[in-house]
T-cell receptor, first 113, second 113 residues
Framework: NAGVTQTPKFRVLKTGQSMTLLCAQD?????MYWYRQDPGMGLRLIHY???????AKGEVPDGYNVSRLKKQNFLLGLESAAPSQTSVYFC????????????FGSGTRLTVV | AQSVTQLDSQVPVFEEAPVELRCNYS??????LFWYVQYPNQGLQLLLK??????LVKGINGFEAEFNKSQTSFHLRKPSVHISDTAEYFC???????????FGKGTHLIIQP
């Protein structure tokens, strides 16, 4: 009964390095989301997907790319990390928009030095 | 587009006292409303949600919230708080067909002994 699993849980990057965050869900949800959480800012939507093979931009997409090659996985990539991308990243999935049934992962704490 | 305003960034309250955390939203269509709690260094946990029907919604841990359409509010209440309620609380809104949840900036509930 895993729900939404995020890997890794913690990561420290140097400025300019790249990395990929993995989100996996086992609930057969169509919709998946990546949020970032910063102090005093709440959670802001980076990118989302409404089904396998689809992606769309959210509120704060700059500096990130995503892919949804398989229905159960949603990858978030940072091509050239910047200190401004230091944040806690949360993945979520839902069976629909709106009423949703949103399930969140436990988060990835990323520090860019 | 939907938006959420949490009017207080911090709310200090004495143990066993009542508390109300305020949330206002704006949307041009029907909405779904959520309250999440985040304990220190943890992920998000759903407290309660309003989808339709009764405007008074009861959630976990003794919390409840009332949907007020005319005032576009969804305030969270608990009649008697405990030290273990110390956490960050997030109000969120979603619309049918929208791209996921939109979060408020959060309210830090501080319980004083």
């Amino acid at each position: 009964n895993a729900g939404v699993t995020q890997t890794p849980k913690f990561r420290v990057l140097k400025t300019g390095q790249s990395m990929t965050l993995l989100c996996a869900q086992d609930m057969n949800h169509e919709y998946m989301y990546w949020y970032r959480q910063d102090p005093g800012m709440g959670l802001r939507l980076i990118h989302y997907s409404v089904g396998e093979g689809t992606t769309a931009k959210g509120e704060v997409p700059d500096g990130y790319n995503v892919s949804r090659l398989k229905k159960q996985n949603f990858l978030l990539g940072l091509e050239s990390a910047a200190p401004s991308q230091t944040s806690v990243y949360f993945c979520a999935s839902s069976y629909s928009t709106g009423a949703g049934g949103y399930t969140f992962g436990s988060g990835t704490r990323l520090t860019v030095v | 587009a939907q938006s959420v305003t949490q009017l207080d960034s911090q709310v200090p309250v004495f143990e066993e006292a009542p508390v109300e955390l305020r949330c206002n939203y704006s949307s041009s269509v029907s909405v779904y409303l959520f309250w999440y709690v985040q304990y220190p260094n943890q992920g998000l946990q759903l407290l309660l949600k309003y989808l339709s029907g009764s405007t008074l919604v009861k959630g976990i841990n003794g919390f409840e919230a009332e949907f007020n359409k005319s005032q576009t509010s969804f305030h969270l209440r608990k009649p008697s708080v405990h030290i273990s309620d110390t956490a960050e609380y997030f109000c969120a809104v979603s619309e049918a067909g929208a791209d996921g949840l939109t979060f408020g900036k959060g309210t830090h509930l501080i319980i004083q002994p």
